[in-house]
Protein backbone atom coordinates (compact mmCIF):
# COMPACT_ATOMS: atom_id res chain seq x y z
CA UNK A 1 0.00 0.00 0.00
CA UNK A 2 3.05 2.60 1.09
CA UNK A 3 4.03 1.79 -2.35
CA UNK A 4 1.47 2.15 -4.15
CA UNK A 5 0.62 5.95 -2.58
CA UNK A 6 4.22 6.74 -3.01
CA UNK A 7 4.24 5.89 -6.93
CA UNK A 8 0.88 8.06 -7.15
CA UNK A 9 3.01 10.80 -4.91
CA UNK A 10 5.49 10.54 -8.05
CA UNK A 11 3.47 10.39 -10.85
CA UNK A 12 1.41 13.63 -9.98
CA UNK A 13 4.59 15.49 -8.53
CA UNK A 14 6.48 14.18 -12.16
CA UNK A 15 3.51 15.80 -14.13
CA UNK A 16 3.43 19.41 -12.11
CA UNK A 17 7.19 19.73 -13.19
CA UNK A 18 6.65 18.51 -16.60
CA UNK A 19 3.76 21.03 -17.08
CA UNK A 20 5.52 23.84 -15.39
CA UNK A 21 8.67 23.13 -17.46
CA UNK A 22 6.93 23.33 -21.05
CA UNK A 23 4.19 25.96 -20.18
CA UNK A 24 5.90 28.55 -17.99
CA UNK A 25 9.68 28.35 -19.54
CA UNK A 26 9.63 26.37 -23.00
CA UNK A 27 6.71 27.71 -24.75
CA UNK A 28 6.80 31.35 -22.63
CA UNK A 29 10.02 31.71 -23.94
CA UNK A 30 9.40 30.74 -28.06
CA UNK A 31 11.58 27.51 -27.32
CA UNK A 32 10.80 24.03 -29.24
CA UNK A 33 9.60 20.77 -27.74
CA UNK A 34 8.35 17.84 -29.24
CA UNK A 35 5.76 15.17 -28.16
CA UNK A 36 1.59 16.13 -27.64
CA UNK A 37 2.97 19.90 -26.24
CA UNK A 38 4.81 20.60 -29.68
CA UNK A 39 1.92 19.92 -31.41
CA UNK A 40 -0.22 21.99 -29.19
CA UNK A 41 2.53 24.54 -29.39
CA UNK A 42 2.11 24.13 -33.43
CA UNK A 43 -1.78 24.27 -33.04
CA UNK A 44 -1.85 27.65 -30.74
CA UNK A 45 0.59 29.27 -33.38
CA UNK A 46 -1.11 29.07 -36.74
CA UNK A 47 -5.53 28.82 -34.89
CA UNK A 48 -4.96 30.34 -31.48
CA UNK A 49 -6.19 27.22 -30.08
CA UNK A 50 -4.93 26.32 -26.28
CA UNK A 51 -1.84 24.06 -25.80
CA UNK A 52 -3.36 22.65 -23.23
CA UNK A 53 -6.85 21.84 -25.05
CA UNK A 54 -4.79 20.52 -27.85
CA UNK A 55 -2.88 18.41 -25.46
CA UNK A 56 -5.93 17.13 -23.40
CA UNK A 57 -8.17 16.39 -27.00
CA UNK A 58 -4.63 14.33 -28.49
CA UNK A 59 -3.66 12.55 -25.33
CA UNK A 60 -7.14 10.86 -25.09
CA UNK A 61 -7.18 9.79 -28.48
CA UNK A 62 -4.25 8.47 -28.02
CA UNK A 63 -5.16 6.76 -24.91
CA UNK A 64 -8.04 5.29 -26.74
CA UNK A 65 -5.75 4.37 -29.31
CA UNK A 66 -3.84 2.46 -26.62
CA UNK A 67 -6.57 1.14 -24.91
CA UNK A 68 -7.84 -0.39 -27.93
CA UNK A 69 -5.10 -1.46 -30.19
CA UNK A 70 -1.92 -2.31 -27.53
CA UNK A 71 -4.34 -3.32 -24.12
CA UNK A 72 -5.57 -1.95 -21.29
CA UNK A 73 -2.78 -3.29 -19.10
CA UNK A 74 -0.61 -0.53 -20.81
CA UNK A 75 -3.37 1.73 -21.21
CA UNK A 76 -3.56 2.03 -17.36
CA UNK A 77 0.42 2.93 -17.07
CA UNK A 78 -0.68 6.01 -18.46
CA UNK A 79 -4.03 6.66 -17.72
CA UNK A 80 -3.18 9.50 -14.83
CA UNK A 81 -0.64 11.03 -16.85
CA UNK A 82 -3.22 11.17 -19.90
CA UNK A 83 -6.05 13.02 -17.97
CA UNK A 84 -3.82 14.83 -15.43
CA UNK A 85 -1.18 16.37 -17.67
CA UNK A 86 -3.05 18.82 -19.67
CA UNK A 87 -5.25 19.98 -16.70
CA UNK A 88 -2.24 20.88 -15.31
CA UNK A 89 -1.05 22.14 -17.89
CA UNK A 90 -4.36 24.27 -18.16
CA UNK A 91 -3.61 25.35 -14.87
CA UNK A 92 -0.31 26.65 -15.18
CA UNK A 93 -1.59 28.52 -18.41
CA UNK A 94 -4.20 30.76 -16.97
CA UNK A 95 -2.43 31.55 -13.86
CA UNK A 96 -0.49 35.16 -14.33
CA UNK A 97 2.29 34.07 -11.76
CA UNK A 98 3.54 31.50 -13.17
CA UNK A 99 4.01 33.75 -16.43
CA UNK A 100 7.57 35.97 -17.25
CA UNK A 101 9.66 35.39 -14.31
CA UNK A 102 12.30 33.91 -16.53
CA UNK A 103 12.84 35.39 -19.51
CA UNK A 104 16.51 34.85 -20.09
CA UNK A 105 15.72 32.15 -22.66
CA UNK A 106 18.94 30.11 -21.70
CA UNK A 107 18.50 29.99 -18.14
CA UNK A 108 14.87 28.43 -18.78
CA UNK A 109 16.39 26.16 -21.23
CA UNK A 110 18.65 24.46 -18.61
CA UNK A 111 15.80 24.55 -15.67
CA UNK A 112 12.95 23.32 -18.01
CA UNK A 113 15.52 20.68 -19.10
CA UNK A 114 16.04 19.68 -15.33
CA UNK A 115 12.27 19.70 -14.49
CA UNK A 116 11.30 18.11 -17.58
CA UNK A 117 14.16 14.81 -16.63
CA UNK A 118 13.27 14.57 -13.15
CA UNK A 119 9.48 14.70 -13.90
CA UNK A 120 10.03 12.17 -16.43
CA UNK A 121 12.30 9.95 -14.30
CA UNK A 122 10.04 9.94 -11.26
CA UNK A 123 6.80 8.78 -13.39
CA UNK A 124 9.08 5.73 -14.54
CA UNK A 125 10.33 5.21 -11.19
CA UNK A 126 6.10 4.77 -10.64
CA UNK A 127 6.19 1.96 -13.26
CA UNK A 128 3.81 4.60 -15.04
CA UNK A 129 4.15 6.33 -18.79
CA UNK A 130 3.72 9.34 -19.89
CA UNK A 131 1.75 8.20 -22.51
CA UNK A 132 1.53 11.01 -25.60
CA UNK A 133 3.38 9.99 -28.70
CA UNK A 134 4.80 7.10 -27.46
CA UNK A 135 2.25 5.19 -27.74
CA UNK A 136 2.14 5.55 -31.52
CA UNK A 137 5.53 4.47 -31.05
CA UNK A 138 4.55 1.34 -29.35
CA UNK A 139 1.79 0.30 -31.82
CA UNK A 140 3.86 0.78 -34.97
CA UNK A 141 6.30 -1.52 -32.73
CA UNK A 142 4.12 -3.77 -31.85
CA UNK A 143 1.95 -4.16 -35.49
CA UNK A 144 5.58 -3.67 -38.04
CA UNK A 145 8.16 -4.15 -35.45
CA UNK A 146 9.52 -1.12 -35.92
CA UNK A 147 12.04 0.07 -32.95
CA UNK A 148 10.35 2.11 -30.58
CA UNK A 149 13.29 4.59 -30.28
CA UNK A 150 13.83 5.11 -33.69
CA UNK A 151 9.77 5.72 -34.39
CA UNK A 152 10.12 7.88 -31.59
CA UNK A 153 12.68 10.10 -32.60
CA UNK A 154 11.16 10.63 -36.32
CA UNK A 155 7.67 11.53 -34.62
CA UNK A 156 9.32 14.14 -32.67
CA UNK A 157 11.98 15.48 -35.14
CA UNK A 158 8.64 16.14 -37.51
CA UNK A 159 6.77 17.84 -34.32
CA UNK A 160 10.45 20.03 -34.10
CA UNK A 161 10.20 20.75 -37.88
CA UNK A 162 7.04 22.00 -37.95
CA UNK A 163 8.06 24.33 -35.34
CA UNK A 164 11.08 25.91 -37.25
CA UNK A 165 8.91 28.45 -39.21
CA UNK A 166 7.99 30.66 -36.47
CA UNK A 167 11.42 30.29 -34.52
CA UNK A 168 14.60 31.24 -34.76
CA UNK A 169 17.97 29.58 -35.15
CA UNK A 170 18.72 30.38 -31.46
CA UNK A 171 15.51 29.35 -30.12
CA UNK A 172 15.80 26.10 -31.92
CA UNK A 173 19.27 25.31 -30.64
CA UNK A 174 17.50 26.26 -27.01
CA UNK A 175 15.26 23.17 -28.03
CA UNK A 176 18.18 20.81 -28.76
CA UNK A 177 19.97 21.44 -25.64
CA UNK A 178 16.71 20.86 -23.89
CA UNK A 179 16.65 17.09 -25.05
CA UNK A 180 20.43 16.26 -24.27
CA UNK A 181 20.19 17.83 -21.34
CA UNK A 182 16.82 16.17 -20.37
CA UNK A 183 18.08 12.98 -21.20
CA UNK A 184 21.25 12.78 -18.61
CA UNK A 185 18.80 14.34 -16.25
CA UNK A 186 16.25 11.51 -16.42
CA UNK A 187 19.13 8.71 -16.66
CA UNK A 188 20.01 10.17 -12.77
CA UNK A 189 16.86 10.41 -11.77
CA UNK A 190 16.08 6.78 -12.61
CA UNK A 191 19.43 6.03 -10.56
CA UNK A 192 18.99 7.75 -7.40
CA UNK A 193 21.34 9.86 -7.79
CA UNK A 194 23.19 7.15 -5.60
CA UNK A 195 26.82 8.15 -6.96
CA UNK A 196 29.65 5.08 -5.46
CA UNK A 197 32.93 3.77 -6.29
CA UNK A 198 33.59 0.22 -6.98
CA UNK A 199 37.71 -0.47 -5.65
CA UNK A 200 39.11 -3.72 -7.48
CA UNK A 201 41.83 -4.76 -6.41
CA UNK A 202 44.60 -7.05 -7.08
CA UNK A 203 47.43 -7.86 -4.83
CA UNK A 204 49.00 -11.18 -3.26
CA UNK A 205 47.59 -9.30 0.47
CA UNK A 206 44.71 -9.35 -0.49
CA UNK A 207 44.06 -11.16 3.06
CA UNK A 208 45.16 -7.97 5.04
CA UNK A 209 43.36 -5.90 2.60
CA UNK A 210 40.39 -7.33 3.23
CA UNK A 211 40.48 -7.17 7.11
CA UNK A 212 41.51 -3.94 6.94
CA UNK A 213 38.43 -2.55 5.08
CA UNK A 214 36.20 -4.61 6.88
CA UNK A 215 37.30 -3.49 10.02
CA UNK A 216 38.77 -0.16 9.69
CA UNK A 217 37.03 1.67 7.79
CA UNK A 218 33.37 -0.27 7.36
CA UNK A 219 32.90 -1.21 4.42
CA UNK A 220 32.04 -4.31 2.52
CA UNK A 221 34.96 -6.64 0.82
CA UNK A 222 33.84 -9.57 -1.82
CA UNK A 223 36.73 -11.65 -2.69
CA UNK A 224 36.02 -13.14 -6.08
CA UNK A 225 38.62 -16.24 -7.34
CA UNK A 226 40.72 -15.18 -9.70
CA UNK A 227 44.25 -16.63 -11.64
CA UNK A 228 47.27 -14.63 -12.70
CA UNK A 229 47.58 -14.43 -16.60
CA UNK A 230 51.64 -14.64 -17.22
CA UNK A 231 52.35 -16.87 -13.87
CA UNK A 232 48.72 -18.69 -14.35
CA UNK A 233 48.92 -18.81 -10.33
CA UNK A 234 46.17 -19.31 -8.42
CA UNK A 235 44.65 -16.01 -6.72
CA UNK A 236 41.76 -13.83 -4.91
CA UNK A 237 40.48 -10.58 -6.45
CA UNK A 238 39.47 -8.10 -3.95
CA UNK A 239 35.88 -6.03 -4.63
CA UNK A 240 34.43 -2.92 -2.84
CA UNK A 241 31.88 -0.66 -3.30
CA UNK A 242 32.05 2.28 -0.84
CA UNK A 243 32.06 6.33 -1.10
CA UNK A 244 33.51 8.29 -2.45
CA UNK A 245 34.53 9.63 0.79
CA UNK A 246 36.38 6.49 1.92
CA UNK A 247 38.49 6.33 -1.32
CA UNK A 248 41.74 8.10 -0.68
CA UNK A 249 41.87 6.46 2.60
CA UNK A 250 41.46 3.10 1.32
CA UNK A 251 43.78 3.83 -1.15
CA UNK A 252 46.43 4.89 0.65
CA UNK A 253 46.08 2.10 3.50
CA UNK A 254 46.42 -0.55 0.27
CA UNK A 255 49.34 1.21 -1.18
CA UNK A 256 51.29 1.45 2.49
CA UNK A 257 50.21 -2.79 2.70
CA UNK A 258 51.54 -3.53 -0.62
CA UNK A 259 52.84 -0.44 -3.32
CA UNK A 260 52.67 -3.14 -6.15
CA UNK A 261 48.66 -3.34 -5.56
CA UNK A 262 47.11 -3.27 -9.06
CA UNK A 263 43.95 -0.76 -8.14
CA UNK A 264 41.31 -0.51 -10.19
CA UNK A 265 38.74 2.77 -9.64
CA UNK A 266 35.31 3.19 -11.43
CA UNK A 267 31.81 5.48 -10.69
CA UNK A 268 28.37 3.09 -10.05
CA UNK A 269 25.57 4.81 -10.51
CA UNK A 270 23.70 2.74 -8.33
CA UNK A 271 23.60 0.02 -6.06
CA UNK A 272 21.21 -2.27 -4.43
CA UNK A 273 21.18 -4.79 -1.29
CA UNK A 274 22.19 -5.50 1.89
CA UNK A 275 24.18 -2.52 3.77
CA UNK A 276 22.59 -0.10 0.87
CA UNK A 277 19.19 -0.02 0.06
CA UNK A 278 18.81 -3.38 3.13
CA UNK A 279 19.91 -2.74 6.20
CA UNK A 280 22.57 -4.46 7.55
CA UNK A 281 22.06 -7.20 9.45
Known amino acids: MKQKVLN ?102 ILAACLVGVGIGLILKANASTGGVDILAILLNKKFGFPVHIVLNCIDLCILVLQFTFNDTTHVIYGIMIVMITSVVLNKTLTQGTSLVQLTVISDYYEEMKQTILHDFDAGVTLLASEKGYTEEKSKLLLSVLPYRKLPAIKAKIHEIDPLAFVIVSHVEEVGGKGFTLEKS
Open 8 to 109: LVYIIVGNIFIALAINTLILENHIIVGGTSGIGNVLNHYFDIPVSLSVGCLNICLFLIGLFFIGKRFAMTTLISTFLFPIVLQFFETQPMFHHYLDDPLLAA
